[in-house]
């Protein structure tokens, strides 16, 4: 009996010490990752406090160029150039990308005079944009290079941006990392502050992202949603109880449109309109559409933003309007046909 107990503390034991060391490995991979984080951090604020007045030569250049922004790189440069094509182009300044090997074999006929060339190299180093450069500048086209030492493209380029870095994130200080996020982080500053300089604004940004949410709010109209044709759920201005309750129900809309003889708008009814009617018990079923359709219902344009159409439902507290133009009835809308267009969560 005191062997089995022997035996149950030392195993006790080994599952403590097991645990101990698990949570010690645990606790040295938490370092590691929290300290290439700091490496990261601490270049960005290196980059803030001690930004190189070169950067603001370049956006000059890039305010003032009337031609397109072509970024340019090799190797892990011309993933970064990529990025900021995109960027660029997401907050409405015309960018595009040029690989610097592509460049010496025929595509350097990409650029125009009136561009702007940026070439991203870490070192300022590589045989390929001596070529690049030196042939860009016998064509009177104004380039620009950002990187973090100071070497030979320096002498090639018109602007010259060398980013504050120290070392970066790998141990090994080899694998580019921190130089990575600093470069890219200076090229989002850059179309940030060119963007905000040429007014770019809300709809500016919809119209370059027309199928993302942001341009589905600013650029979808009430037309391409709204009810039309036989969809809609009219009736008669002297409709009975039991056709108006009918028509809502089968037109799914939770509402029905009430005109007169000659067609024209008198107002609508909603299913709200029909419970509260049921008040009078019976008496109900001898009524018509004229004894409880609401004269003064909200209306909205076809051409009006479908944003427009659900501040005024949200305003008023209801769930759908009818699509007026010219005084003619021409569609309808419902707070569901919102929802799926993606203009309401």
């Not at 015309?94 to 005079?113: M, N, R, T, Y």
């Not at 080899?174 to 709809?203: E, I, Q």
């Not at 009078?280 to 944003?307: H, L, S, W, Y």
Request: glycine share 10%; proline share 3%; charged share 20%.
């Amino acid at each position: 009996m005191k062997a089995l107990k022997g035996f149950f503390m030392q195993t006790q034991e080994i599952k403590i010490l097991e645990g101990q060391r698990a949570l010690g490995f645990s606790q040295e991979k938490m370092r590691a990752l929290r300290d290439a984080v700091a490496q990261e951090v601490g270049a960005m604020a290196l980059l803030e406090r001690d930004m190189p007045e070169s950067a603001v030569v370049l956006l000059d250049a890039l305010m003032a160029t009337t031609g397109k922004i072509v970024f340019s790189g090799i190797g892990k440069s011309w993933l970064i150039a990529q990025k900021l094509v995109g960027t660029f182009c997401g907050v409405g300044v015309s960018a595009v990308g040029l690989h610097g090997c592509d460049a010496l074999h025929g595509d350097l006929g990409l650029v125009q005079q009136q561009d702007l060339v940026i070439v991203i190299s870490k070192s300022a180093t590589g045989i390929e944009f001596e070529y690049v450069l030196s042939s860009l500048r016998l064509q009177g086209v104004r380039t620009a290079l950002l990187c973090c030492n100071n070497g030979p493209l320096c002498g090639y380029a018109d602007i010259v941006v060398q980013i504050p870095f120290e070392r970066e994130s790998c141990p090994l200080n080899l694998a580019p990392t921190t130089s990575s996020t600093v470069t890219m982080a200076l090229g989002h500053a850059l179309a940030v502050a060119v963007s905000s300089a040429r007014g770019f604004d809300k709809a500016d940004f919809a119209r370059f992202h027309p199928a993302g949410a942001l341009g589905r709010k600013l650029l979808l109209t009430v037309d391409a949603i709204m009810h039309k044709g036989d969809t809609l759920p009219f009736v008669g201005v002297n409709a009975p109880f039991t056709d108006i309750m009918y028509t809502i129900s089968s037109k799914k809309l939770g509402f029905c449109i009430v005109r007169d003889e000659q067609n024209a708008f008198v107002g609508v009814i909603t299913d709200g309109d029909l419970r509260r009617a049921c008040n009078v018990g019976p008496a109900v079923f001898e009524q018509c559409a004229a004894d409880f359709v609401n004269t003064n219902p909200k209306t909205i344009e076809p051409r009006a933003m479908a944003i427009q159409a659900l501040e005024v439902m949200e305003k008023y507290s209801i769930t759908n309007l009818v699509v007026v133009h010219d005084g003619d009835i021409v569609g309808a809308v419902h707070i569901h046909d919102l929802v799926k267009a993606g203009i309401k969560g």
